[in-house]
Every structure is written in structure tokens, then in C-alpha cells.
């Protein structure tokens, strides 16, 4: 069963979408805290983790390979049901593999963030150990932005991981509501989507039929109100 996550860290939504049973967690990152308005990233998460206590990532934001795994070490305290999310790499393309195996060691429950590729997710099995929960998120969403196919990727890192009871893939960066039923073909453990397209799942099992008069009505409704005349 693929498991549904909300991408998101406005709090209202937060509040409306921990109340619903198909999400099972949330993702964040620093640009959603930024557009939800957080001026104190602990604060703002603190508030977040009154709301639910479903797994929650809430990622570093360091560079640096001592100053993330000081963030990461400090996030990890803030709840039991948070994954502290590490980029694969940091700014200048450097693998965060030490990161990750010190944070790992310490049985911090990690996310492993920006990963594009199966090779990417295999340098990361070599730095866990097979205990403390892991979950690598690949983003399916961008990569098909430039063109790239992601099922590929998946697959492959889903294969990889099979060893490895405590790893859980998760399709990231999701584009429209089809993605979830892709993700569950592959038997992608986790899906994260924003609000609006988990609103989509919800209403999935419309008939062809229904979806044609639908439409042709949301066209007669705006030209109506449009008072257009030929």
C-alpha cells in the first residue's frame, strides 16, 4: 500500500489535512516554511507538531557538513514523530554520505532529500545500517520538468531497497494526481503531494460520462457569466 503524505507547512492546512485518514504524514521544506510565513524555523515547527503527531520531516538548512549534522541533531529533538530531511548533496555537489551515517548512528529517523537517481539512492544504503528509519525521496515531479522519466529511477531504488526492512521510497516533487496511481503500480512505499492534488485522489472514480458533462458545463457556466455573445 502506498502511503499518502502532505507536502506542505501552512498551518491551516495542517490543521484540515491531519484530520483526514488518507494522509498518513506531512513533508516540509525551507521554501514551504517561507511561504507559509515562518520568521523562526523552530518556533514555526514547534507550532506544526502541536497540530499532529503523524511522521513529519522538517529539513536542515546548512551547507556545511558539521553545521548540518548540528541542525540535524537539534531537529531530531523536537518530537518523536520527526525525520530530520538531509540533502544527498550539499550546495556545491559534495555527497553528504558522513552526514548521514553519523545521524544514522545516532538512530536518528532520517528523509533523505533530492535524490534523482538509483545510484544516488544505492551510495545512501551503503552509509545506513538496517535498524533506524530512513526514508529517500526521489523527485519524479522534476525530473519529468526536464524531460527525464522517473519510473525508471523508482523502480530501480525500490529494487535496491529491498533489503533493507527500515527504507521506505518515497515519489517526491509530485505534478498531478495520476502520479499516485504510478507510484502504487511500483509499489512506491510513500507519495507526497500538495493539498490540491490530494483533493484530486479523494474524487478519483469519476466515469467518463460524468467527467465530459462536467466539463461542457464549467465552459457553459464561465461563458454565461462572461455574457458572451457571437
Request: net charge positive; proline share 3%.
Amino acid at each position: 500500500m502506498t502511503k499518502i503524505f502532505c507536502d506542505i507547512a501552512d498551518i491551516k492546512l495542517i490543521k484540515k489535512f491531519n484530520k483526514k485518514k488518507i494522509v498518513k504524514g506531512f513533508t516540509t521544506n525551507p521554501s514551504l516554511m517561507r511561504n507559509a510565513g515562518a520568521k523562526d524555523y523552530k518556533e514555526y515547527s514547534k507550532k506544526i507538531l502541536r497540530i499532529t503527531n503523524k511522521p513529519i520531516s522538517f529539513e536542515v538548512f546548512a551547507d556545511s557538513e558539521k553545521d548540518m549534522f548540528s541542525q540535524g541533531l537539534k531537529i531530531s529533538k523536537w518530537g518523536r514523530n520527526v525525520y530530520v530531511k538531509v540533502p544527498v548533496t550539499n550546495s556545491k555537489g559534495k555527497f553528504m554520505g558522513e552526514v548521514i551515517n553519523k545521524l544514522n548512528n545516532n538512530k536518528i529517523k532520517l528523509n533523505i532529500t533530492a535524490v534523482y537517481t538509483a545510484r544516488q539512492t544505492k551510495r545512501i544504503l551503503n552509509k545506513i545500517n538496517k535498524n533506524t528509519k530512513v526514508i529517500i525521496s526521489i523527485f519524479a515531479g522534476r525530473m519529468s520538468d526536464v524531460g527525464k522519466e522517473p519510473v525508471l529511477e523508482i523502480k530501480k531504488s525500490i529494487q535496491l531497497s529491498k533489503k533493507f526492512k527500515n527504507v521506505e521510497i518515497l515519489w517526491a516533487s509530485t505534478r498531478e494526481a495520476y502520479n499516485y496511481l504510478q507510484a502504487k503500480k511500483l509499489k512506491c512505499h510513500i507519495i507526497t503531494a500538495p493539498p490540491k492534488i490530494i483533493e484530486k485522489i479523494e474524487r478519483f472514480g469519476k466515469t467518463f460520462q460524468k467527467l465530459t458533462i462536467d466539463t461542457v458545463r464549467g465552459f457553459l457556466s464561465d461563458s454565461k457569466k462572461s455574457k458572451f455573445k457571437i
